[in-house]
């Protein structure tokens, strides 16, 4: 019993940060994964694993299994539309403001914005606005 617990507990933090990755509650995803709320509770706590039919279905949801299985990360196509849409913001923002921004200051900006929005594929601005400020060393209104 022993080895099978060894075996299953590296799989159940990486199951439980992939299901807060995609913002979901263990009720959500069990759901999701046509399981009870107590077996995700098992799977999360490495007590035991899911059957191959729970990961199809986690998977279809944007559950990287591979990187579950492997811990090797399932290849991302690049999202050029998002990259160009990062750039366009914040070429809106310098212009606003009257600043430029070093190239290579600028394309460090550009990858962590990229980051934090590719699982999305989408912009978030209200997260982008947060970087700005810090960026420029601003307050935020609730600081």
Do not use: C, N
Request: glycine residues 6%; hydrophobic residues 35%.
């Amino acid at each position: 019993m022993l080895e099978k617990r060894q075996e299953v507990r590296p799989f159940a933090p990486k199951l439980r940060d992939e299901r807060t990755r995609l913002g979901m509650t263990q009720e959500r995803f069990a759901r999701l994964g046509g399981v009870s709320k107590a077996t995700q509770v098992a799977y999360e706590a490495g007590h035991t694993s899911p059957q191959v039919e729970y990961l199809r279905r986690v998977a279809a949801a944007g559950v990287d299994v591979t990187w579950l299985v492997t811990d090797q990360a399932q290849p991302r196509d690049h999202q050029w539309e998002l990259q160009f849409e990062i750039e366009d913001l914040i070429d809106e923002w310098t212009r606003d403001r009257g600043i430029s921004i070093p190239v290579s200051d600028r394309r460090d900006l550009v990858r962590v914005l990229y980051g934090q929005f590719s699982d999305r594929g989408r912009i978030d601005t209200a997260a982008a606005a947060r970087v700005f400020r810090l960026l420029k060393g601003e307050k935020s209104a609730g600081s």
